[in-house]
């Protein structure tokens, strides 16, 4: 990682030694002799913030990542000094930092293991281009150590051996390791000897991370510009780590609407409007689920954001009304470029209100994208943000569009070097205004960011809905957001794979791919393995560029559509499980997808696993990723598992051959769980829910499971009228004890469980619920291992 510029004169500047300390509460200040400062703040016990600068004045402290509702606070704070170090003590750990020259050595505090470890540590070079410095930080690889994180790049889980950039980037056609790509999360966990931390580098200029690919025993991470400013996280636990880093970036700021985790349909384009009617008459003709419909860039006139194409949607409004009758909520695109046209009021206002982004020496930023020539706003501005929110106040309030999809957003630009924005151009970064070097990460961010204010303001009392391409730390507090322009060939459902994978471990769950491939047309085989995948993404939406045939469920012959069917299916009766996680992810900051690394990190084989993860708690799945295939060879991880299709029980710790034709796929469930599911819907709320079934997988011992529900829109939930119900199992061979515990407000429709029993090791004989023996006509015990019960049990005994 020692980039040394061209030219000779500048090299690599280090701080030298130590000669003041200050402690200020939770921020301790270490000055040294050639004016470097390190502030070292102790946001929690296992939470540590560096941060440097070589000028002896620290630039305002602002970041877009940070959210304010992130937690603070710790138990113990302690800070000594040894002949050689500061020593900072907290509850989870132990920090060195070299009197000499502040490289830091990190510790756990209970058993004193090292973590991490400075090798050059902070160090810099002069930006000879630029000016300001280019921030550098090394750290010791341990031998064995692995890496994990960076958001949407698209390789294996395990990112040792590797380097990245981060620079936002619209990628039409990306493939395995380009890069940069679309998004920026530069945020890693490391996992040595079983412990995990992680290091969120907070700096939005294009950024470097360099995983022992350099030098095999060095980690390294710089960037062009900016303070060296990163968060260390500790663990040990591999999950922990990824919840703080949500925690400290946000989690999503409510929950998504139940539909919005529906299966949803998108190309470029569906217009005019009898071709999207045609293609939603045609969801509900064959009974394929589908709860969105999307309108790409067509649907507008001239491209011109904020406007309907006359010719081909003369009438919006009743269109978007007669979809919504049907159960399908209409979606539509919205760019960031705005035509510059005296006779669009868009623009007018935004050049009236001088809110377009200039150049250095003052013209506007003149880019040409699907309108022609362009201006674009500055989002960094907090009064174009509200400016662009209110523009939505027609689309949605009037015309009754549920969600925004916001592209282009890197920001993407024709037919110039670079594909985005020119350097120098300026934006105001929320009162800290700066060059494009530094806004460019994050303005896609913040053009989502102002979207979903506007959603936010005009679907209210409804959630809003937003899906985004670009995106920094922090987005995921906005937006969902797709995977951008992949390719339809077997590489790209396990670049699909592993990308959802990897943003749901850098702290952004809502994703998902473009099913069946953006790019080129998927044979039928492809796109059925491909919606087995999709329907375990949190976002689950089929959407291709059009010119290369179609991609519709029924586009390949009714073998396909028969497999899509029935796999969109599935999606809609896991809709409460699926639902449950996502609260647990906008609650907690759990992931809805584990990869098996950070699923079970002291099983070392999963290091180096890509193909099999968790959804939600309970459930593993893992795509066939080639053509022809009968079944796949698969890691299982440790534990008992019930296949899913046979209930035959599986022990993990191994790789097994899984049978898997085209109309099936390896999904397994964990031996305990209680699986909740809906009955089969074209669209959510086209049934009353009225009885809830539970899928329970005995065990002999115990296991916890969640169910998480609400009216699955609205806000009532955050007044406290959700039902969260909890259930323990336990299993005895003879007996299986359910107990709940039921919290919220909410009623439920339904009155009634339907438990479904699966591996029961016994014939029931009795039923005692709430410590009375049912006889089994009231509770309907069926011959299959089925009963049907009152939901309002608090203890259930099954006796054989
Ligand atoms: O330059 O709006 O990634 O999903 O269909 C292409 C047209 C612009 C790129 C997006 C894609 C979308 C397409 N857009």
């Not at 750290?139 to 790049?153: H, M, N, R």
């Amino acid at each position: 990682m020692i980039l040394n510029t061209e030219l000779e004169y500048k090299g690599n500047l280090f701080p030298s030694k130590i000669v003041s300390y200050e402690k200020n509460l939770n921020v301790l200040s270490f000055t040294t002799e050639n004016g470097v400062i390190l502030e070292v703040t102790v946001r929690r016990d296992s939470i540590l913030r560096f941060r440097f600068t070589t000028t002896g004045i620290f630039e305002n402290d602002f970041s877009y990542a940070i959210t304010k509702y992130a937690s603070r606070g710790y138990n113990h704070l302690e800070v000594t000094e040894s002949q050689d170090n500061y020593i900072i003590t907290t509850a989870k750990l132990i920090c060195h930092i070299s009197k000499l020259d502040l490289r830091t050595s990190i510790f756990d505090a209970t058993d004193n293991t090292l973590i991490c470890e400075d090798e050059l540590g902070f160090h810099w070079e002069e930006s000879y281009e630029h000016g300001g410095d280019i921030v550098k930080m090394s750290k010791i690889s341990q031998p064995g150590e692995s890496y994990y994180g960076l958001g949407d790049k698209p390789v294996d889980n395990n990112l040792k051996g590797k380097r990245f950039e981060n620079w936002v980037t619209d990628s039409y056609a990306y493939g395995r390791d380009t890069d940069p790509i679309y998004k920026t999360i530069p945020f890693y966990t490391g996992l040595n000897n079983k412990k995990s931390y992680g290091i969120f580098f907070d700096n939005t200029f294009r950024s470097f991370f360099d995983f022992s690919h350099e030098r095999r025993n060095i980690t390294s991470f710089w960037a062009q510009g900016g303070e060296m400013n990163y968060y260390f996280i500790y663990g040990p636990n591999m999950s922990d780590v990824v919840v703080n880093y949500t925690d400290l970036t946000g989690k999503p700021h409510e929950m998504p609407a139940l539909w919005t985790l529906g299966y949803h349909q998108c190309k470029w384009s569906y217009y005019p409007e009898s071709n999207v009617k045609e293609i939603t008459a045609k969801f509900r003709e064959l009974k394929i689920p589908c709860d969105a419909i999307y309108l790409d860039i067509d649907y507008m006139e001239g491209f011109r954001c904020f406007t309907w194409s006359k010719e081909h949607f003369p009438d919006p409004k009743r269109m978007v009304k007669e979809l919504a009758d049907d159960g399908f909520k209409t979606i539509v695109i919205i760019d960031p470029g705005i035509k510059i046209d005296m006779d669009y009021s868009v623009f007018q206002e935004g050049l009236e209100k001088d809110y377009f982004c200039k150049r250095a020496d003052g013209p506007y930023m003149k880019g040409k994208v699907w309108p022609g020539e362009c201006y674009f706003p500055d989002f960094t501005r907090p009064e174009v943000r509200e400016w662009w929110a209110g523009l939505f106040k027609e689309l949605i309030e009037d015309i009754g569009v549920k969600g925004v999809w916001n592209d282009m957003n890197e920001p993407a630009v024709m037919d110039v070097p670079g594909k985005t924005f020119p350097p120098d151009v300026r934006h105001d970064y929320d009162g800290n205004p700066c060059s494009h070097k530094k806004a460019h990460n994050i303005y896609g961010m913040q053009m989502a960011r102002a979207t979903y204010q506007g959603l936010k303001k005009f679907a209210y009392p409804k959630r809003p809905f937003v899906i985004t391409r670009a995106a920094y730390s922090g987005t995921q507090r906005y937006t969902s957001s797709w995977t951008g322009d992949n390719i339809a060939t077997w590489d790209h459902l396990n670049i699909a794979n592993l990308q959802a994978q990897r943003m749901c471990m850098s702290g952004f769950s809502f994703v998902g791919s473009d099913i069946g491939g953006f790019a080129e047309q998927p044979n039928g085989e492809l796109y059925a393995r491909w919606i087995q995948l999709g329907i375990f993404h949190p976002f689950c939406r089929t959407h291709s560029s059009g010119d290369h045939g179609d991609q519709e469920p029924w586009a390949f012959g009714d073998t396909i559509t028969n497999v899509v069917r029935k796999f969109i299916e599935l999606r809609y009766q896991l809709l409460p499980y699926l639902y449950t996680a996502f609260w647990r992810y906008a609650e907690e900051g759990i992931p809805i997808l584990k990869s098996l690394v950070l699923y079970d990190q002291e099983d070392s084989q999963t290091h180096y696993r890509n193909d099999e993860f968790i959804f939600g708690e309970k459930i593993l799945a893992c795509p066939v990723t080639g053509p022809n295939q009968k079944g796949r060879r698969m890691y299982i991880p440790r534990g008992k598992w019930y296949n899913f299709w046979t209930d035959e029980i599986v022990s993990g710790g191994q790789e097994l051959w899984v049978d898997a034709d085209l109309d099936s796929m390896p999904i397994f469930v964990k031996e305990g769980a209680i699986v909740p599911k809906y009955p089969v819907q074209q669209y959510v709320g086209e049934k009353v829910i009225d009885e809830l079934l539970l899928d329970v997988y005995y065990k002999l011992g115990k296991e916890n499971s969640m169910v998480y529900e609400d009216a699955t829109d609205g806000y009532d939930y955050i007044k406290g009228r959700y039902s969260l119900r909890d259930f323990k199992l336990l299993g005895k061979k003879n007996e299986l004890i359910i107990q709940q515990h039921k919290s919220g407000k909410f009623i439920t429709t339904y009155k009634t469980f339907k438990l479904s029993l699966h591996g029961l090791p016994f014939k029931i004989s009795k039923v005692q619920v709430d410590n009375e023996e049912i006889l089994f006509k009231d509770i309907k015990l069926n011959g299959d291992n089925t009963l049907v019960l009152n939901k309002e049990f608090t203890e259930l005994h099954i006796i054989g």
